[in-house]
């Protein structure tokens, strides 16, 4: 989240669009009836009626996989009628500076495009330079070269008749939401996973981004653009960088030709070094030496080219190349999308370890219905995990604050915590190494590991803070972290949840909230710096003064000589003035400062130890949102046929196991997700009877059209197959799903949960056996929001 939970009770509309708000995020909704108590509107954008919809004053039903085309006309209405904030745009955005003259954009490609590779040379992406390479500035957003222009030529195409044709929502309602967004400032945007889901996931957050800066709605009180994050701590886990491509602290993992320190520092700025010699002191302590690049090449490089997401998991064990997984909370069995691929690559495996609180599908793989466990060889070893409420740790929630849990069991059985588990292991794997020479040893050789069975979870938080190491003392903040060794942390974002040697993550003052913003800066501890509103600078104009007194939030103080406020000002330094380079920054972590309506690479020329001179931010399928079609959709791109789906994508990669069907063969589209009585893989809810009472079976929601066309009633059996698989579910047929017209025709939308499997008390068939492993080629999440399925009665 930009912003953060009570933050919603700011704002005077919502845009819930992809989330299903009060059944998966059922606190958020407090904040926003109290909002609505004051009069706020709230918008509700899914291709079903949910529970969220029931609460909106206006609800769309969508085709999934189509809200590119819905936001992009948005966008293009307020551009068309001059709705936008133009102070805003001229202060915090890069609408007046002027793009590079190669951009372009013909026929459903960006310029750059390279068919063989499926990817583009971003470098048109960015700007016209001047001597100092610095970006030329334009006087006027009139300008026929400024970002602002072009970005208004790239949007024109998307009016309101064609975003209809292309989602399903009528042209009054897109004209009716748009109005609302404009008429109620500031506004916000929830979204989920029914906006991530797709191979335009990345994209699809984009328009949201360009349409918050049009309308000013960034920074702000009640502003923003807020995921609404799932899986308890998935905020943390990915702070904690439990993704390839990243490290602890969001910092680039080094590609295989980063050869040493310097190279990634030139590459990612000379503000992220600092950052990566804490980490590398967290890691290897002693050591970590300035003459051994503090240990930089013992740290994992990635080939440039590969894809090392859970898919490529399974696809190079299916290409014998991958031994081994160890699982430690996830149940891909259920979870994955395109099923027979995974349990084809788990029986391929060597030997797979899962540490989990149940047997779940995953452990159990081998024993699914209808395979024959004597044909697999693979060693399975099951480690009992403790549960949540058998450990203590802190768990990040969405709006990045840092929360202080406390165990409540004890022991069961032979269980153990997961910190307990990898220590164990660790200990043991560098004593089986003791006395190695070989490189791809050293890592582990010379890491500093030194934990206790004390207090495990705090000693982390405690070396993720960091340390001074010439004292000895926590350090207080991120200011305090030096670029010499002589402080070590282990995720630069949490500098400052340890200071004073307090874990301020622990902290309960839930009564002093100055400015009755809902800040309560005394709660916890949020990241960076207990910043709870994120770019909250742009709230201010260019002197630093609140555009809006009366929800002010941040702001510049002449007489101090600093930023002050309510809440942590988001500013490269607080002393830094609005007549200093760096206190016109809101966008701090962007190489020119500003909010980027085209999102292309830029590095500052002049990077000191505080300007970062990165690319990041750059999305590798285009500097605008485009819309694609999903891979299997029911109808042809109407922008541009030939260039239907997401070029960038390179999918399929194993095309024998990922099998692409058409319309003429799967007519309809599904649509799946998780329900408010179930969780996930359902390996934990579905060992729960009574909420297992509450919905006992998985099943597939019909429209009554639909239903009965095929003379399917509720209750009945019914089949579904897509080009992957097949499932068997009851029919639900429903009123809360209709028939869209698509480009002249009509398309049937059905809906499944996906949260069963042959294990637990509640078994079903996971709806996973059809939905399809294509993914966004930005972040690899899969498209199990869109895929093509047929069905009949049994
Ligand atoms: N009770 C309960 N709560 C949960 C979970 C759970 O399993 N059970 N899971 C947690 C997890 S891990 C997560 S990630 C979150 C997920 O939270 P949400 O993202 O809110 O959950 P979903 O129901 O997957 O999807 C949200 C909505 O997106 C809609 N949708 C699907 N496709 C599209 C599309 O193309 N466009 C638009 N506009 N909408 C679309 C769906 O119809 C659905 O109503 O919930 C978390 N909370
Ligand atoms: N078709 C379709 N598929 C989807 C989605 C969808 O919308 N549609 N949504 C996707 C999303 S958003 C998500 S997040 C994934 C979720 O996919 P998974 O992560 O596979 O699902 P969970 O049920 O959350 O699995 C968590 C497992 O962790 C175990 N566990 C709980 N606590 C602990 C612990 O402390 N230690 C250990 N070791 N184990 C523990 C639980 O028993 C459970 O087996 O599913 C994805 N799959
Ligand atoms: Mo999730």
């Not at 945007?189 to 996931?201: D, K, P, S």
């Not at 030496?289 to 898919?311: H, L, Q, R, V």
């Not at 099998?659 to 007519?667: A, C, F, L, N, R």
């Amino acid at each position: 989240m930009t912003n953060h939970w009570l933050d919603l009770k700011n704002a005077k509309v919502f845009l819930i669009q992809g989330s299903n708000a009060a059944e998966n995020h059922p606190m958020s909704m407090k904040w926003v009836m109290r909002a609505k108590e004051q009069g706020a509107k709230v918008i509700h954008v899914d291709p079903r009626f949910t529970r969220t919809s029931k609460v909106a004053d206006i609800f769309a039903q969508i085709r999934a996989g189509s809200d590119i085309a819905f936001l992009n006309a948005i966008i293009n209405y307020i551009l068309e009628n001059d709705l936008y904030d133009e102070q805003f745009i001229k202060d915090h955005t890069n609408g007046l500076l002027i793009a590079n003259e190669d951009l372009a954009f013909d026929n459903g490609l960006f310029s750059g495009y390279n068919q063989g590779s499926y990817s583009y040379d971003t470098s048109s992406w960015g700007y016209e330079l001047d001597e100092e390479r610095k970006p030329q500035k334009a006087d006027s957003l009139n300008d026929s070269r400024c970002v602002f222009s072009k970005i208004k030529g790239f949007f024109k195409r998307y009016d309101f008749k064609t975003a209809s044709d292309i989602c399903g929502v009528p042209e009054e309602t897109i004209k009716l939401i748009a109005d609302t967004l404009v008429e109620n400032r500031p506004g916000t945007i929830m979204y989920a996973l029914g906006m991530t889901q797709h191979t335009v996931g990345a994209q699809n957050i984009r328009s949201f981004g360009v349409l918050q800066l049009l309308l000013g709605n960034v920074g702000k009180p009640g502003s923003g653009v807020n995921a609404l994050r799932g899986e308890p701590n998935v905020q943390g886990a990915t702070d904690m960088a439990c993704l390839f491509h990243i490290l602890p602290g969001y910092l680039a993992t080094p590609n295989h030709d980063v050869v040493d320190l310097d190279t990634w520092t030139s590459r990612t700025g000379t503000f992220r070094r600092t950052f990566m010699v804490n980490l590398l002191k967290a890691w290897f302590g002693e050591n970590a030496t300035p003459e051994n690049d503090f240990g930089f090449n013992w740290i994992m490089k990635k080939n440039a080219a590969a894809n090392y997401s859970i898919f490529r998991i399974f696809e190079t064990a299916i290409e014998d190349q991958m031994k081994m997984l160890y699982i430690m909370g996830q149940n891909p069995m259920v979870t994955s999308p395109n099923l027979k691929l995974v349990h084809e690559a788990l029986s391929k495996m060597e030997m797979l370890v899962c540490a989990d609180l149940f047997m779940t599908e995953t452990a159990a793989f081998w024993e699914k219905p209808g395979v024959d466990p004597s044909t697999i060889d693979t060693e399975v070893i099951f480690l009992p995990a403790q549960s949540f409420l058998e450990k203590e740790g802190s768990l990040s929630n969405s709006g990045r604050l840092v929360q202080w849990r406390y165990s409540t069991l004890n022991q069961v059985g032979e269980a153990k915590s997961d910190l307990e588990m990898i220590d164990l292991i660790f200990r043991k794997v560098r004593e089986l190494l003791q006395g190695s020479r070989a490189e791809k040893d050293q890592p582990i050789l010379n890491a500093k590991w030194n934990y206790s069975n004390n207090h495990f979870a705090e000693q982390v938080l405690k070396e993720l803070n960091g340390y001074d190491i010439t004292t000895g003392q926590p350090v207080a903040g991120i200011g305090a972290l030096r670029a010499d060794g002589t402080t070590s942390s282990g995720n630069w974002l949490y500098a400052g949840v340890f200071a004073n040697n307090e874990n301020l993550s622990k902290r309960s003052d839930n009564e002093n909230d100055p400015g009755g913003l809902g800040i309560y800066p005394g709660f916890r501890w949020c990241w960076p710096g207990n910043i709870h509103v994120l770019y909250n600078r742009a709230s201010c104009d260019k002197d630093g003064k609140p555009y809006d007194e009366s929800k002010k939030i941040v702001w510049w103080d002449s007489i101090l000589g600093r930023w002050t406020g309510y809440d942590g000002p988001d500013v490269p330094n607080a002393t830094h003035g609005p007549d200093t380079p760096n206190g016109q920054r809101a966008f701090r972590m962007s190489g020119e400062g500003l909010g980027r309506l085209i999102a292309g690479p830029y590095q500052d020329p002049q990077a000191d130890t505080v300007l970062p001179r990165d690319s990041s931010g750059v999305l590798v399928d285009g500097p605008m949102p485009e819309f694609y079609e999903p891979v299997e959709s029911p109808t042809t791109n109407i922008l541009h046929p030939e260039v239907p789906i997401n070029p960038c994508l390179k999918y399929p990669r194993l095309p024998s196991l990922q099998e692409i069907g058409t319309v003429e063969d799967y007519p309809y589209v599904l649509c799946t997700s998780s329900l408010a009585e179930h969780w996930c893989a359902g390996t934990v809810t579905r060992n729960v009877p009574w909420l297992n009472e509450l919905v006992k079976e998985t099943f597939i929601e019909i429209p009554k059209s639909l239903a009965a066309k095929h003379n399917i009633e509720n209750g009945d059996e019914v089949l579904v197959w897509s080009a992957r698989g097949e499932v068997q579910a009851k029919a639900m047929v429903t009123h809360r799903i209709k028939t869209l017209m698509i480009n002249g025709k009509e398309v049937e939308t059905v809906w499944m949960p996906y949260n069963w499997g042959y294990k637990g008390l509640s078994q079903a068939a996971s709806t996973n056996m059809v939905t399809i492993d294509a993914g966004d080629p930005n972040t690899w999440i899969q498209e199990t929001k869109a895929c093509l399925i047929n069905l009949r009665k049994v």
